[in-house]
T-cell receptor, first 116, second 112 residues
Framework: GAVVSQHPSWVICKSGTSVKIECRSLDFQATTMFWYRQFPKQSLMLMATSNEGSKATYEQGVEKDKFLINHASLTLSTLTVTSAHPEDSSFYIC????????????FGPGTRLTVT | EDQVTQSPEALRLQEGESSSLNCSYT??????LFWYRQDPGKGPEFLFTLYSAGEEKEKERLKATLTKKESFLHITAPKPEDSATYLC?????????????FGKGTLLTVNP
């Protein structure tokens, strides 16, 4: 149980284009989903938190207009990187927390974004 | 000042050589301390949650313990497949919306 998927697993795009990454909870309903980015040999940095049907809460320093997050249902959240630039190249990982009072977060396999 | 500090940054063991990883935290109002395992190019895999001092949890060769200031992840008779980065994270009452605060991780390499 507690499986989270991400799609695509990797993507290459040209500078100035937008890319959408999907995060799905496959066997549970996710009250809250989180988006992280991870640079090589570094730990996870939280970008934003989203609750189903509500606007995402962004961490300090994360551009809301650049990283658009939509949490339209209890099993799906999307991250859209708009007008991507090479510095946006990174490993993006989502996680999800169930609808119970559990504190555990379960992570997806990650999406490798390369902007050329 | 880092709220979650993991040590050592890297650890190299021989197969069968037991050891411990440390995670110290400075937050107050701990809600939970979490251990994850992360393989290269993959998302973190959930291992344990510890909620209160004195709590212990075990899974195969891993055992996690918690005190009021730190947690240990004990690895008994490790195998090469235990090689990974082990991440520690905390949730605390001052943090918002179930946010996890991560340490920088310990890279464990187990040689055959």
């Amino acid at each position: 149980g507690a499986v989270v998927s991400q799609h695509p697993s990797w993507v290459i795009c040209k500078s100035g284009t937008s890319v959408k990454i999907e995060c799905r909870s496959l066997d549970f309903q996710a009250t809250t989903m989180f988006w992280y980015r991870q640079f090589p040999k570094q730990s996870l940095m939280l970008m934003a938190t989203s609750n189903e049907g509500s606007k995402a809460t962004y961490e300090q320093g994360v551009e809301k207009d650049k990283f658009l997050i939509n949490h339209a249902s209890l099993t799906l959240s999307t991250l859209t990187v708009t007008s991507a630039h090479p510095e946006d190249s990174s490993f993006y990982i989502c996680s999800a927390r169930g609808t119970t009072s559990s504190y555990e977060q379960y992570f997806g396999p990650g999406t490798r974004l390369t902007v050329t | 000042e880092d709220q979650v500090t993991q040590s050592p940054e890297a650890l190299r063991l021989q197969e069968g050589e037991s050891s411990s990883l440390n995670c110290s935290y400075t937050v107050s109002g701990l809600r939970g301390l979490f251990w994850y395992r992360q393989d290269p190019g993959k998302g973190p895999e959930f291992l344990f949650t510890l909620y209160s001092a004195g709590e212990e949890k075990e899974k195969e060769r891993l055992k996690a313990t918690l005190t009021k200031k730190e947690s240990f992840l004990h690895i008994t008779a490790p195998k090469p497949e235990d090689s990974a980065t082990y991440l520690c994270a905390v949730q605390y009452s001052g943090g918002s919306n179930y946010k996890l605060t991560f340490g920088k991780g310990t890279l464990l390499t187990v040689n055959p």
